[in-house]
């Protein structure tokens, strides 16, 4: 025991910053937040180290739980709406015709009686118009929907 409390009472502040990246390290493999807030807080423990604390394990380690405790209880609401805000931007990722809808396209072979065709990137699509509208070449519209291969256009 007395050993412990010598090496706690000589480590240096960046044992603080090492154990940091130790739970970063533990938090990139999870994925869960949870080993985010300790790291956040020996970051700030090993901050205090480098001050007004330099030596103080006993206050070092009390910096160190109640910032752990403090930023798992404040910081979630504010961060998980964050990170899930990336996924929700891919919630058409394997829905290929959602994806193109409000893209506007070329018109590549005019409509006639509301069916024609589009050019979207370097693919010529069937198309069709949403209310039965004909379009002339080159005219640009806007893809509301797509049904299979087929995409339902309006005029913008």
């Known amino acids: 025991m007395q050993g412990l409390i010598e090496f706690l009472s000589t480590m240096p502040f960046w044992y603080w910053w090492a154990l940091a990246l130790v739970f970063l ?9 949870y080993f985010l807030w300790p790291a956040a807080a020996a970051l700030v ?3 205090f180290d480098l001050g007004p604390l330099d030596g103080a394990w006993q206050l070092q380690l009390i910096v160190f739980s109640v910032v752990t405790i403090a ?9 998980k709406p964050w990170l899930h805000k990336s996924q ?6 394997n829905e290929r015709g959602a ?5 506007r396209v070329t018109v590549d072979a005019g409509f006639s009686n509301g069916a024609g065709k589009v050019r979207l990137g370097d693919t010529l699509w ?3 118009s949403e209310n039965g509208e004909n379009f002339a ?3 640009v519209v806007e893809i509301t929907r797509a ?10």
Do not use: W
């Open 71 to 79: 930023l798992s209880i404040i910081a979630p609401p504010y961060v």
């Open 137 to 139: 070449d080159g005219a």
């Open 45 to 47: 423990s090993g901050f």
């Open 147 to 156: 049904e299979g291969v087929k995409l339902y256009v309006k005029a913008i």
């Open 88 to 93: 929700a931007d891919h919630l058409t990722l």
């Open 99 to 103: 994806q193109k809808v409000g893209r």
């Open 126 to 128: 069937l198309a069709e």
């Open 25 to 33: 390290v533990i938090e990139l493999m999870t994925g869960s937040t």
